[in-house]
Nanobody, 119 residues
């Protein structure tokens, strides 16, 4: 069974950058589209970005367009989320998840990594 582990979270000042990693084991990440989600305290979980497994197409929610970049390295079984120009409203727990196609049902989830943007 596919297992996902996120890493790279932490505390960063506004305007700073972080790179999150989503590493897979127990399966081949290349078979899946991978999405990143986040959840801030008191808020519902929201989709942030997704990268397809077929042609590498990428999708972003409007609030992160131009600041976040999703990428994948199938040889390393890892997907990345490069986050630049971070804002306090980007604070939350970030999760990666695997699905057959972006926008579909996500079958596998990681445990999340905390991102805090604060001065």
């Amino acid at each position: 069974q596919l297992q996902l582990v996120e890493s790279g979270g932490g505390l960063v000042q506004p305007g700073g950058s972080l790179r999150l990693s989503c590493a897979a084991s127990g399966g081949t990440l290349g078979y899946y589209a991978i999405g990143w989600f986040r959840q801030a305290p008191g808020n519902e979980r929201e989709g942030v970005s997704c990268i397809s497994n077929s042609d590498g197409s990428t999708y972003y929610t409007d609030s992160v367009k131009g600041r976040f970049t999703i990428s994948r390295d199938n040889a390393k079984n890892t997907v990345y989320l490069q986050m630049n120009s971070l804002k306090p409203e980007d604070t939350g727990v970030y999760y990666c998840a695997a699905t057959a196609t972006c926008g579909g049902w996500y079958d596998y989830w990681g445990q999340g990594t905390q991102v805090t943007v604060s001065s």
